[in-house]
């Protein structure tokens, strides 16, 4: 394939594609910044189960985290890497090409 030329999957992420995690990306993307429990209770899953996606969205440079004491408790801030904010975006891309443009006639 040519450099003029991109497939619809050019772009598409396997990482961010998982539900939960493609959720969290928009969110993300969307406030900039999200407190971990406000996340979970966003997506409606547990703790154990927000922790393992975010790690996974860390581990491949999308996501990091802030940690600060709000109300005497360590809170865990999350936010989408620059990185990340392009690979959600490049994700976003691949999803309408692959679903190409809507036909309001349907």
Known sequence: MSADTHGPL???????????RLRVCALLD????AEF??????????????????????DAGYV??????RDTRQRVW????????DA????????RAIVGPSDPGL
């Open 37 to 58: 429990g406000l996340v979970q209770k966003q997506l409606d899953v547990s703790a154990s189960v927000l922790s393992k996606h975010v790690t996974v969205l860390m």
């Open 30 to 33: 969307a406030a900039g910044e």
């Open 10 to 20: 050019e772009g598409f992420d396997t990482i961010i594609h998982a539900p939960n």
């Open 64 to 69: 990091e985290q802030r940690k600060a004491v």
């Open 78 to 85: 999350l936010r989408l890497t620059r990185q990340g904010r």
């Open 88 to 95: 959600y975006r490049e994700h976003l891309a691949a999803l």
